[in-house]
């Protein structure tokens, strides 16, 4: 059918300068270069309220993954300006009192960006060398380092005896004592068939890369980008989504990431609200008799692999992939209900305030935001995580250290103000 929510990580571009002249919809080699992180969020749902944990994987009643859920309490104003105490929130796999290891299928579907003219014909442009290139943009190149990455291969983390994937060190930093020595979720991956996103030129600016060969992408994110993610009915092969849906290459019990290589987007039709680098949200779809009849829900992500030099703050290779997992982890159904994952309004350090549990978004936007993990003699940089007793407004944090951001945890040394305002809400 459709998405339901998405929580985006983005960079905002300050100034669009002329397209060169020598081809339509090419930027101009400095396009990503200045620039400012900040949040845009597109989640879905009605704000509602509710203060009855639920004690068992959330929401009932519906085909998905294995994920716990659990309660904290601390003062605030919820969404209509009413007085909450009470926050519920659900995560990826099983408790962490009950220990044990939770592995999580993660297929990951490469996806090659093809551009055309509005006449349905191939799109080409000539390049800086005289070359003319055809505007086709694949991962090949990309997918194994991809991979080899944090997010699926392990490291060692102050958060684990053993070593880890990113995501799991995290997630048991935030955790503390709570959590039994030997609690772990794991991420299984797997490299599924790639499929093919056609855009037309209305929809889409690009760049040449350095060597002459296509292509940074920047495309618009709605309606086009999404509708030919997302399908619009069930069973649907027209869209990337649908295709992998229909093939079995991604389930209701997945993690499901769409890798495309240097592919960012701008909203509102306007090439100057960008960059998006990726988002996590979910794709429901209604059941039928195989599965009793229930709701699916495919969580999924999407995240661009970012080439080195793009953008600042060490934002490169799987920073985009490590915060949308992260934020997966903690909030995989993106608030969709208006009660779970919603927190107390909070406000980051450089001024981005929200109301959802997304990790990454309190850190995308601060100073040194990655941290450096080396893996094959490859140097990646997933982003650092705020931890949930920042979301809690502990003031004595019972996570790993006492911090409030991990593996850095030196990014978040004191809390939000005390109940920020709605938002501008």
């Not at 905002?12 to 339509?24: D, G, H, P």
């Not at 294995?66 to 969404?79: A, I, K, L, P, R």
């Not at 490291?155 to 930093?173: E, G, L, M």
């Not at 979720?185 to 600016?205: E, G, H, Q, S, Y």
Request: aromatic share 12%; with cysteine.
């Amino acid at each position: 059918m459709k998405k339901f929510a998405v929580c985006i990580l983005s960079l905002a571009i300050f100034t669009l300068t002329a397209f060169a002249a020598q081809n339509k919809n090419e930027l101009p080699k400095n396009f990503l270069t200045s620039k400012h992180s900040i949040h845009a969020n597109k989640a879905g749902g009605v704000h509602g309220k509710g203060n009855i944990p639920t004690p068992h994987g959330f929401p009932v009643g519906v085909d998905t993954l294995v994920n716990f859920t659990d309660h904290f309490e601390s003062q605030g104003v919820y969404f209509d300006g009413s007085a909450h105490h009470t926050w519920e929130y659900s995560m990826v796999g099983n408790k962490p009192a009950q220990g044990g290891t939770t592995t999580v299928n993660a297929p990951v579907v490469p996806v090659i960006i093809d551009m055309h003219n509005n006449d349905g014909s191939p799109a080409f442009a000539v390049n800086q060398f005289g070359q003319t290139i055809r505007l086709i943009s694949l991962p090949d190149p990309f997918i194994q380092s991809f991979m080899n990455g944090p997010v699926f291969g392990v490291s060692s983390y102050t958060s684990s005896p053993v070593p880890t994937q990113f995501t799991d060190a995290v997630q048991r930093a935030e955790f503390g004592k709570k959590a039994r020595s030997d609690w772990h979720t794991m991420l299984a991956p797997t490299i599924k068939t790639t499929r093919t996103m056609v855009l037309t030129a209305d929809n889409f600016f690009f760049a040449f890369n350095d060597d002459g060969g296509c292509c940074l992408f920047v495309l618009a994110s709605d309606p086009a980008f999404s509708a030919q993610l997302f399908p619009s009915s069930t069973p649907d092969n027209s869209t990337v989504i649908g295709a992998a849906e229909v093939a079995g290459d991604i389930t209701t019990k997945d993690i499901s990431t769409f890798m495309f290589p240097n592919t960012y987007l701008y909203e509102n039709n306007d090439p100057n609200q960008c960059c998006v680098l990726g988002f996590h949200s979910f794709d429901f779809e209604a059941g039928d008799s195989s599965n009793g009849n229930q709701l699916r829900f495919y969580v999924m992500n999407y995240s661009s692999w970012i080439s080195p030099g793009l953008f600042g703050g060490g934002f490169q290779d799987v920073t985009a992939h490590s915060h949308e997992i992260a934020e997966t982890f903690n909030d995989p159904f993106v608030g969709f209900d208006g009660i779970h994952n919603v927190v107390p309004f909070w406000q980051n350090p450089a001024g981005q305030c929200q109301d959802l549990l997304e990790d990454g978004d309190v850190i995308e936007d601060l100073n040194n935001p990655t941290y450096p993990v080396t893996i094959g003699g490859f140097t990646y940089h997933p982003q650092n995580e705020a931890l949930l007793p920042w979301f809690e407004f502990q003031k004595n944090s019972t996570a790993i250290d006492n911090a409030y951001s991990y593996p850095d945890e030196t990014l978040l040394t004191s809390l939000s103000a005390v109940q920020p305002l709605n938002c501008g809400q």
